[in-house]
């Protein structure tokens, strides 16, 4: 079975820090992993996905996360936080063969001034 | 491009009361999925169809919950009878192919049941 933790529902960030969300896997099987961001009032949108090529993936907006397969992790980064990027993010994983992804409860970044 | 699209995006009713929810897929996109979320239990999968056929619908709460979908570009998720708990934020999303993962969202229909 496949699941997913992401570490602290909320995280808050200054404008032009680091910003770290954080999200472990488990799975059965090798799993492809994505990361989603719902802004307020609006539906989830692909921020990046890992199917087993490049480890670390690159997104859209300046996010990129690196697949850990010894720490089961998937972490999101970008190197500087901008207001536009409040929003909830959301981690997901499906296992190959079942290909429906099961979300974690999603981390709400707050970014301050 | 259309993206998914949901109706109504908001509802208010009383419990009770029958709800229809409604979405129209992106064309060419032959998945549809319906999510539900609540704050108590984040982001569930609540059925699933391939080509109009539902495949998994372990995630429907019970009897009061039915979904169909007639036709590539049209599904319905219906609660007869509604009740307080039903409240949350329903989704929809497609995709055109499964074993990408990727799913297209619509912006949600919002149920507020009294």
């Known amino acids: 079975a496949q699941s997913v933790t992401q570490l602290g529902s909320h995280v808050s960030v200054s404008e032009g820090a680091l910003v770290l969300l954080r999200c472990n896997y488990s799975s059965s099987v090798p799993p492809y992993l994505f990361w989603y961001v719902q802004y307020p009032n609006q539906g989830l949108q692909l921020l990046l996905k890992y199917t087993s090529a490049a480890t670390l993936v690159k997104g859209i907006n300046g996010f990129e996360a690196e697949f850990k397969k010894s720490e089961t992790s998937f972490h999101l980064t970008k190197p500087s936080a901008h207001m536009s990027d409040a929003a909830e993010y959301f981690c997901?994983?499906?296992?190959?063969?079942?290909?429906?992804?099961?979300f974690g409860r999603g981390t709400s970044l707050i970014v301050h001034p | 491009d259309a993206g998914v699209i949901q109706s109504p995006r908001h509802e208010v009713t009383e419990m009770g009361q029958e709800v229809t929810l409604r979405c129209k897929p992106i064309?060419?996109?032959?998945?549809l999925f319906w999510y539900r979320q609540t704050m108590m239990r984040g982001l569930e999968l609540l059925i699933y169809?391939?080509?109009?056929?539902?495949?998994?619908d372990s995630g429907m709460p019970e009897d009061r919950f039915s979904a169909k979908m007639p036709n590539a570009s049209f599904s319905t998720l219906k609660i007869q009878p509604s009740e307080p708990r039903d409240s949350a934020v329903y989704f929809c999303a497609s995709t055109f192919s499964p074993s990408s993962g990727e799913l297209f969202f619509g912006e949600g229909s919002r149920l507020t049941v009294l």
């Open positions: 169809f391939n080509n109009n056929v539902p495949i998994d």
């Open positions: 997901a994983v499906s296992e190959r063969g079942s290909y429906i992804p099961t």
């Open positions: 064309s060419g996109h032959n998945s």
